[in-house]
């Protein structure tokens, strides 16, 4: 009589390593922001709210992305956003006032969307960022389109330089 031999152990290892290759493969397969970012004013489009000056530092971890930007106008800030889909609230300077503001984030193909919405001055504001990374992964570009009040504010494209 042949002993039958038990192959749960090797079957649960396997399992489990498939299971964390495939995890880490997603979070492989969604481009890498972090890193501290020079806006490129020349590159950039001009608007009512593209900063003089602006360095964003970024940071970016399995679960969330946090972003240290200081900019002329409005200063520093600190937002961390949940790379899960779970809207996050930020004190953000959004047309001239402190404001809470709510983001959420998705990723479309390799393009991370930041969609915020806010009350400041009591009126509502919806922009809509698509954050994606250029050439070598040296140039980040965000596309941001926000509405103020029901207006347009325009749709322009930041482009930032990676800090060497």
């Known amino acids: 009589m042949t002993r039958a031999r038990s192959i ?20 492989a397969s969604h481009p890498d922001l972090s890193g501290t970012w020079i806006l490129d004013v020349a590159r950039s489009d001009s608007s009512s709210f593209t900063p003089k000056s602006a360095t964003y530092v970024v940071t970016q ?11 002329s106008g409005t200063g520093k800030q600190h937002a961390v956003y949940a790379l ?25 193909g390799d393009t991370l969307v930041v969609h915020t919405t806010s009350r ?15 050439a070598n992964g040296t140039e980040l570009r965000i596309h941001r ?3 103020y009040a029901g207006q347009s504010m325009g749709s322009p494209t930041l482009v930032f330089g990676r800090k060497q």
Request: aromatic share 2%.
């Open 8 to 27: 749960a152990p090797e079957v649960t290892l396997l399992l489990s390593l498939a299971g964390g290759r495939n995890a880490l493969a997603q979070r």
């Open 145 to 147: 389109e926000a509405v």
């Open 61 to 71: 971890a399995a679960d969330s992305i946090i972003v240290d930007r200081e900019t």
């Open 120 to 134: 400041p001055e009591d009126a509502d504001l919806v922009q809509i960022d698509r954050w994606s990374l250029g």
């Open 84 to 108: 899960d889909g779970t809207p996050r609230v930020n004190t953000l300077r959004l047309i001239g006032t402190s404001t809470e503001a709510t983001s959420k984030v998705e990723w479309i």
